[in-house]
Structures are given as structure tokens and as C-alpha cells.
């Protein structure tokens, strides 16, 4: 496991783009937030400039992981499914790090840990290891599907180890037809915090929206393997990215003088996922929004505030970002960089009008992910006048913004006439895998040019 002395230990930095000039009467600022975290101990790079991540001498990047596996009845149809779901399996425990806590739970109406058993978990070795992939052989097919008592156990199995990061991986074929959607809900709220969680949908009998759901709440990653086969990669990737994790529960917190109003805060690449109802209050003025475990990478968040009016050469502080990491113990949790976001009045038309080049783009992909969802519901609706204009500004943002894949997805379910102008024509015949695909995928973004 990684050893955090002070050379490898990752650092975060934290950069504000905006426009800061606002003509007068203006009042509506944004910010594109880049946090960056980097030099970790599995990546052995260069520290950047931040505030240094303290731990104890030592200390290691603690690591369990519950794999939660769809074993109903319908993982049966093809016989290869089930199969390929142990390979799967299979191939992801094969890339746990020695030293990992992991656990194997099989889903259906029931949950059960079928692998170490008896609520505990497993230290990864060689030996565990191999009797994982053993007892994975005797996986069979049977049952219904109820999502929100698989996730209720995994809370359970990683809520008993004394480690920093948690992580699930959950890969359901079907809809969550064995209990009430309150109840997914319900698990879902239970678990937030506690963990994070990659969902996987394999083949097309899925609903999307639940599968994203369970990413979107529980911070991790959502996406279809429309053919099993694929499953075996997946899972190996999911896995290393798990396993490249060094630091978890980072919020981003955010401070906001009197009269200063929040209209939102979302992340924004690298894909867009909505933060402001998910606030918690912390202190005068400030609150945090969960961002979930880091390792070698970096995401970028749009926060728009509301300040007063105020009089042409006048400037104020009208938000400040930092990265807190809370300490477990519940004492002074630890800031690891902050960034300032301004508001300046200026009479100067050219400057108050300009649109910040980041700010303008990531305006534009999260309105790519909404008309790609109004689109897709619009089609299934039989409104396809309404699923051709939203499907053809989603072509038109694509091609604007450089989303090359995105643009590939949408080639799937409209012919495009002309890409800039967004003149497109539905495609008579989808296929549903097609479909499913694009609406799973809807969210992912691209970074701004430089």
C-alpha cells in the first residue's frame, strides 16, 4: 500500500476563472473552479503548488471495496451474461491492491455477502484473492432485483472498517422491479457520505435513470456494457481508478459575504453533476458540497453567485472556494487550497460584456446534457418534433464545443444535416442499445480548448 511520508503525499490546487467586471447594475457572477490533485503516492508525480495534505508518519491510504453483483434470474438470459459478470468480477479482484478490505455481494430480492461471509470482510493477499474467484464459480442465476438492500449491505460491510476510502461497484442487468422506488431512494439517502459507488448497466433491460441515479447520489461513475463481453475491461479500469484513490470525503466549501446569494454550484467536468441541494451548513455564511474521494486528477465546478448592486469602481469579494478535508475525529478540518472569486463595476462596456472563454463552455455542456435528456424523453414521449429541435441544438453544441464522442452518439439516433446550424432528422429505427448509450453517456464533458 502507499506509504504517505511527505515526498508522495497528494497536494490540491485551486484556479478561478471568470470575468470579474460586471457593468453597472450588474449583479450575476460566475466562476469556473479547477481543483487539482496531484502527487500522490501511486502516481509519483510532481507536487503543485497547495497546501500539503498532513498525515500521520506512516500512515497508508487505507482502501475497502464491495462488489456488488446482479444475480437475478434474468443474468441467465443469455447463460453468457452470468459468466461473463464472474470474469468480471474476477478480473476486478485481480487488481485490488494488496491490503485492500474487499468484499463479493450477490444481488437479487436478498442480499447476501457471499464472499468473506458472516458481515465481514476480506484483506486482499494472494490468498483471498484466490478464494474469491472460487467461491465466485458457485455464482448462479435466481431471484428478483431489489438495488436498495444490495447497497444497504455494502453500507453495512464498509461501515465496519476502519479505513478512509470506501468504494462499491454495483452491475445490475434489469429494472429494480422488487421494491418501491422510495425504497431505492431511501437506501440511496441512507448511504450518501458513507460511500461512493460506480454503477454499471449491462445489456438493455435496464432502466438508465436508476443506474445514474445511484452514481449521481453516491458520487461515482455511471455506464452502460451493452455487451457483456466488455464487462471483464470495465471492471479491471473501474477498479485501478478505485484503487488510485488516496483521499476521501473532500467538500468544496464555499463562503459568501452578507447580501451575497448562491444560485448554484454544480461540477461541471469531467461530467456534469448538480451539487446545490446537496449543502450542508458550515458556519456563518459558508457551506460544503461533497465531492467525493481524489486521487491523481482534476475536475472543474461552475459556481454562480448573486451580489448586490453596487456603483461603477466598486469591487467586492463575492465568494471564497476552499477544499476542506474534515478530521475524523471531529476536530479543525484542514483547508487544502482556496481560491477568490471577484466582482469589479466598470463603466468599460467591452470588458463588462466579455464572457469568460471556461465559463461559456461549461454553460454550454450542461446544456448539452439537458437537451440530450429532453430529446431522448421527448422521443420515447412520441413528440418528435420537440426530440428533433432539442436533439438538434444537442448536435449543435457538440460540434461547437469539440465533444467529438458525444457528437459520435448523437450520429446514432439522428441524421445530421448540418452539424452547425443543428439541422438534424430522427432516425426511423434506433437501436436500443444506441439509445441507451447516448442517455447514460449524456453528462460526460470535454475540458476547454487551450
Known amino acids: 500500500m502507499a506509504n504517505f511520508s511527505k515526498s508522495n503525499v497528494p497536494q490540491f490546487s485551486v484556479e478561478v476563472y471568470q470575468n470579474e467586471y460586471l457593468p453597472e447594475g450588474g449583479r450575476e457572477v460566475n466562476g469556473i473552479i479547477t481543483v487539482t490533485s496531484t502527487g500522490g503516492g501511486t502516481t509519483g508525480g510532481v507536487p503543485l503548488t497547495g497546501a500539503t495534505l498532513s498525515r500521520p508518519p506512516g500512515g497508508a491510504a487505507d482502501a475497502a471495496v464491495v462488489i456488488m453483483v446482479d444475480c437475478s434470474g434474468s443474468m441467465d438470459y443469455p447463460p453468457t451474461k452470468m459468466r461473463n459478470a464472474r470474469d468480471a468480477t474476477a478480473a476486478a479482484i485481480d487488481t485490488l491492491r494488496d491490503g485492500t478490505s474487499f468484499a463479493v455481494v450477490s444481488g437479487t430480492h436478498v442480499a447476501k455477502d457471499v464472499y468473506p461471509g458472516n458481515g465481514r470482510l476480506a484483506v486482499a493477499d494472494a490468498q483471498t484473492k484466490a478464494q474469491a474467484k472460487e467461491a465466485l464459480r458457485r455464482l448462479g442465476a435466481g431471484g428478483g432485483t431489489a438495488i436498495g438492500t444490495w447497497l444497504r449491505l455494502a453500507d453495512r460491510l464498509l461501515g465496519a472498517a476502519d479505513v478512509e476510502i470506501r468504494h462499491g461497484i454495483l452491475l445490475t442487468d434489469g429494472r429494480n422491479e422488487h421494491e418501491a422506488p422510495e425504497d431505492l431512494r431511501a437506501a440511496l439517502d441512507a448511504c450518501a457520505g458513507r460511500f461512493t459507488c460506480d454503477a454499471r448497466g449491462v445489456g438493455t433491460d435496464w432502466e438508465v435513470k436508476e443506474v445514474t441515479a445511484i452514481a449521481s447520489a453516491l458520487l461515482g461513475t455511471a455506464d452502460i456494457v451493452a455487451d457483456p463481453s466488455g464487462l471483464a ?25 452578507v447580501g451575497v446569494e448562491i444560485k448554484f454550484v454544480k461540477q461541471v467536468a469531467p461530467t456534469v453533476a448538480e451539487l446545490t441541494g446537496r449543502r450542508t451548513e458550515a458556519g456563518p455564511r459558508a457551506g460544503d458540497y461533497p465531492t467525493g474521494s481524489w486521487g491523481n486528477e482534476s475536475r ?3 459556481v454562480c453567485v448573486q451580489v448586490p448592486e453596487a456603483g461603477i469602481g466598486q469591487e467586492m469579494l463575492a465568494a471564497r472556494v476552499s477544499l476542506i478535508l474534515p478530521d475524523p475525529a471531529g476536530g479543525t478540518p484542514q483547508t487544502l487550497s482556496q481560491g477568490l472569486v471577484r466582482a469589479v463595476w466598470t463603466d468599460d462596456m467591452v470588458a463588462s460584456t466579455s464572457i469568460n472563454p471556461q465559463v461559456a463552455h461549461y454553460t454550454g455542456q450542461a446544456e448539452l446534457a439537458q437537451v440530450i435528456q429532453q430529446g431522448l424523453d421527448a422521443r420515447k414521449s412520441g413528440d418528435f418534433d420537440g426530440a428533433t429541435a432539442k436533439l438538434g441544438r444537442a448536435v449543435q453544441l457538440a460540434s461547437a464545443s469539440g465533444n467529438e464522442d458525444t457528437a459520435k452518439l448523437l450520429s446514432k439516433v439522428v441524421d445530421v444535416v448540418d452539424a452547425a446550424t443543428g439541422t438534424v432528422r430522427l432516425k426511423a429505427k434506433v437501436a436500443e442499445a444506441d439509445e441507451m448509450t447516448l442517455e447514460t453517456r449524456s453528462t460526460k464533458t470535454v475540458r476547454v480548448k487551450k
Open 300 to 302: 472543474d465546478y461552475h
Open 233 to 257: 475491461a470495465d471492471f479491471t479500469q473501474m477498479m485501478e481508478n478505485a484503487m488510485g484513490k488516496e483521499v476521501a470525503d473532500v467538500a468544496l466549501r464555499l463562503w459568501t459575504p
